[in-house]
């Protein structure tokens, strides 16, 4: 468990091979030869589109994390093709959208942690 700005606990997931993984007071870490940090904003419109595609449910997880079926929600660089999963410090992950940054390697997770 690790404890949020307002004293609460929240569960976390354990890493996988020893590496760190993203966590709200982290904000941004290195893993497997990409960038993660995290974002917090609606859902709604990502999740409508990509239910067009594939019948996932959209779900937050114990931890904060934003979920699509299995994956955990992706927002990454124009030039990853949407839909492509990809190993993130939280689990696999679905790119569903996309963000504005400059960095090809960095991938944005999904959460519930503003506080």
Same mark, same amino acid.
């Given at each position: 468990? +690790?404890?949020?700005r307002? !004293?609460?606990? @929240? @569960? $976390?997931?354990?890493?996988?091979? !020893? ?7 982290l =904000? ?6 990409h960038? %993660? ?14 239910? %067009?595609?594939?019948?996932? +449910? ?5 931890d =904060? ?8 929600i ?6 990853? $093709?949407?839909?492509? *999963?990809?190993? $993130?410090? *939280?689990?696999?992950?679905?790119? *569903?959208?996309?963000?504005?940054? =400059?960095? $090809?390697? *960095? ?7 503003? +506080?």
């Amino acid at each position: 468990m +690790e404890r949020t700005r307002s !004293g609460t606990k @929240r @569960r $976390t997931y354990k890493a996988y091979y !020893g590496l760190l993984i993203l966590t709200a007071t982290l =904000g941004r870490i290195s893993y497997s030869g990409h960038t %993660e940090t995290w974002y917090d904003l609606p859902m709604d419109k990502v999740v409508a589109n990509a239910q %067009e595609d594939i019948p996932c +449910e959209y779900w937050i997880r114990d931890d =904060g994390v934003k979920m699509f079926g299995q994956w955990v929600i992706v927002a990454s660089h124009p030039s990853v $093709t949407r839909y492509t *999963l990809v190993e $993130t410090s *939280l689990g696999q992950g679905i790119v *569903l959208d996309r963000h504005t940054a =400059g960095d $090809t390697e *960095l991938y944005d997770i999904a959460t519930d942690w503003k +506080e």
